[in-house]
């Protein structure tokens, strides 16, 4: 599987926010709102395939192979259902990170987290105060505004011009602040369903192990050798403004991976900079994200 943009039909729903209460609570959306389905290929021919319908509220996760047609199912709810516990959380930010590098248009957290955070709840052996912080910053990835030269805040700058298309920005203001808290502070029932037979866990696992692979070669990759010092430099020191100085050594060195630039670039998302540094400098996904999230 290569890089798939995210259907007109998904990118459409996606600025509704009816789309996102459907999403996070389950309430259906107007019987006129299409189904949809979002493959997001991982590694190694493996992917997950998200499909939801606004109206009737039904969502389910798949696994796909290189080798299947149809992906095999993770898990499913529907209206008043418990959501499935299908994938743990760190299994979902390390999938979320590898799709981010393969499609640009899917920056990491945003969209990925956004739609599959609720089949990844939080175990008590996770740090759930870093799980919310990177969940909040997904749903803000949805107000991120348009870009524009002339913005009134001036902690805004102008995007790269990698990003300076209206097609890489969602539309502003999709939740709002008091909404995006409503869904953290949602206690939703949840089902568990890996340890039933059905459940595809050596597949899973071996996707997995794949993606830990392909997100391991960036830090090696040559392209990346002269920044790996000053990465790890920041990453142990924990002082974002250095990432300035980061992304100028990139440039200079030739860099044009819209993924890794972007993550590094004004306006700074500290969850966005924190993962490409972590990734960057070779160090443990979290690592970083623990000091500023």
Not at 36 to 45: C, I, K, T, W, Y
Request: charged share 20%; hydrophobic share 45%.
């Amino acid at each position: 599987m290569g890089a798939v943009p995210v259907s007109e039909a998904l990118s459409r729903l996606s600025e509704d926010p009816a789309f996102w209460s459907t999403m996070l609570t389950g309430v259906p959306s107007p019987a006129s709102a299409p189904t949809v389905r979002m493959s997001l290929p991982v590694a190694g021919g493996y992917g997950l395939v998200f499909e939801a319908d606004p109206a009737t509220g039904e969502r389910s996760l798949g696994l796909r192979g290189p080798a299947t047609a149809e992906p095999v199912q993770l898990g499913w709810t529907g209206p008043g259902l418990p959501i499935p516990a299908a994938l743990r959380w760190w299994e979902l930010d390390l999938c979320a990170r590898v799709i981010a590098l393969e499609d640009p248009t899917l920056p990491h957290p945003g969209l990925v987290v956004a739609l599959l955070s609720p089949f990844a709840p939080a175990l008590p052996e996770d740090d759930e105060h870093q799980i919310t912080a990177v969940r909040t910053a997904a749903y803000r990835s949805l107000l991120r505004p348009p870009p524009a030269t002339d913005l009134p805040d001036p902690r805004h700058e102008p995007p790269l011009p990698f990003f300076a298309d209206a097609a890489w920005w969602p539309s502003p203001r999709v939740l709002d602040d008091a909404t995006i808290a409503a869904y953290l502070a949602g206690d939703h029932p949840r089902a568990e369903v890996r340890s039933g037979h059905r459940f595809p866990g050596d597949e899973l696992d071996h996707m997995l192990r794949l993606a830990d692979k392909r997100l391991s070669e960036l830090s090696q990759d040559p392209t990346f050798a002269g920044v790996r010092p000053l990465a790890r430099t920041i990453a142990d020191g924990g002082d974002l403004t250095a990432v300035a100085d980061l992304v100028r050594v990139l440039t200079e060195a030739g860099c044009d991976h819209p993924t890794v630039l972007d993550a590094l670039s004004e306006p700074l998302v500290p969850a966005e900079a924190c993962w490409m540094l972590e990734t960057l400098a070779g160090a443990a996904p979290g690592t970083v994200l623990r000091r500023h999230l």
